[in-house]
């Protein structure tokens, strides 16, 4: 494997670790910026609105920039983003950082997987994209809970001066371990980049996408009340509970790494249908601690882990180029908006339990998209990914 994989997947960890912060310090931000909880609250939903429209168009600001050089681009936005955060002294201030951040992190996704694509070999593609998103992984069993220390020990504004570092870090890593690449072939020409969104299956693979992401986050973003208050967990062990489910999602995501090449469809299939079966089993047995929390780790098995074979996927029906990665990374972004969000609606109305139920309708719904591919190619899926275009070296 390349070693600018691994540099990849350090800078997307010190970007979600960064996406996470506002999570565990909501408290100590809302003292400090003088706001309420729910209006903390919102600055979650600032960073995913900007990541969904904002990533986009700073990916279009980047296309005719040479990836390697793109990254650095986008690292310096971040940044900026980030002291901005850890320098505010009130609730607007923190408002713009976190939408210039949120933006950034979602262009870099885009640009580093369409970087991982064009530096590794077709048969290899899936692993090595599960090496970057092992970034994602990491960042939640790692970043969120490091984050959180760090902002409890030495005060919210350490927490983020510790991820600016964790990104300079990474930023630094960048030139040292990413070669020189030159822009895929056709990247760079906004006509062209758009060409491809005419395609109607292509929107039917980023539906499926919204779906999977949806469905895994309304359970995850609910799982401390549920463990606490249905299952009956003390808030001191959700911590540890947490830390399993971040554990199963780096297992799972290797082993679908390994898999995405030559069996995508199947992997997609069989992850949503036992995500569908692992979320009504936690709905059904939230009340006893062992089946709940054998369901939980086993959303973490499927879930957010198909992330190998959805890019795998939506690069086969596109291509490999930055704005299709980081339009389907706007896609998985809508994912974790709808769950969160419609799952909270579900919540006043039935409870707990609730979100569950709509992750497994989700889920559900996420089948009968691939529905086409099964019916037209009962194959597909299963032949090596088509070489994406190489751009020459710079």
């Avoid at 494997?1 to 997947?9: K, T």
């Avoid at 986009?56 to 310096?76: D, K």
């Avoid at 991820?163 to 822009?183: D, E």
């Avoid at 199963?248 to 469809?265: C, E, F, I, P, Y």
Wanted: charged fraction near 10%; glycine fraction near 10%; hydrophobic fraction near 55%.
């Amino acid at each position: 494997m390349p070693r600018a994989v691994y540099v990849l997947a350090l800078g997307i960890f010190a970007m979600v670790t960064g996406e996470f912060v506002v999570a565990g310090l909501m408290p100590q931000l809302a003292e400090g910026l003088d706001a309420t909880i729910p209006q903390i609250g919102y600055l979650i939903t600032a960073f995913a609105v900007a990541m969904a429209f904002g990533g986009p168009l700073l990916t279009v600001a980047v296309l005719r920039v040479p990836p390697r050089r793109a990254l650095m681009v986008l690292f310096a936005v971040f940044l900026a983003g980030n002291v901005l955060a850890a320098v505010a002294t009130g609730y607007p201030t923190m408002v713009a950082a976190r939408i210039v951040t949120g933006a950034a992190s979602q262009a870099f996704f885009g640009v580093a997987v369409s970087l991982c694509a064009q530096l590794t070999r077709p048969e290899v593609r899936g692993r090595a994209i599960a090496v970057v998103m092992n970034g994602l992984m990491l960042g939640t069993l790692l970043g969120l809970p490091l984050s959180t220390l760090v902002g409890e020990r030495f005060g919210w504004r350490a927490a983020f001066w510790a991820v600016s570092a964790l990104a300079l870090a990474a930023a630094l890593a960048t030139p040292a371990g990413v070669p020189r690449v030159g822009r895929a072939e056709g990247g760079g020409d906004f006509r062209r980049e758009l060409r491809v969104f005419k395609n109607p299956r292509l929107w039917l693979v980023l539906s499926t996408s919204t779906l999977i992401i949806g469905a895994t986050f309304s359970a995850f973003s609910y799982l401390n009340p549920i463990l606490t208050e249905v299952t009956g967990f003390s808030p001191a062990a959700v911590p540890l509970l947490l830390t399993a489910y971040g554990a199963a999602t780096v297992v799972g995501n290797t082993v679908v790494g390994r898999l995405a090449d030559r069996h995508t469809l199947a992997v997609l299939v069989c992850g949503l249908l036992l995500n569908a079966l692992f979320l009504t089993g936690f709905a059904l047995l939230a009340g006893l601690p062992v089946p709940a929390v054998a369901c939980m780790t086993g959303i973490g098995l499927v879930g957010v882990t198909m992330n190998p074979a959805m890019v795998t996927r939506v690069q086969r029906t596109g291509n490999a180029r930055p704005l299709v990665n980081t339009v389907h990374s706007s896609f998985i972004t809508l994912g974790v908006i709808l769950g969160s969000s419609v799952g909270a609606v579900v919540i006043d109305a039935w409870g707990l339990r609730a979100p569950l139920w709509l992750g497994a309708a989700m889920a559900l719904a996420g089948l009968a998209t691939l529905l086409p591919d099964l019916l037209r190619r009962p194959s597909a899926g299963v032949a090596p990914a088509p070489a994406v275009e190489q751009g020459e070296r710079a």
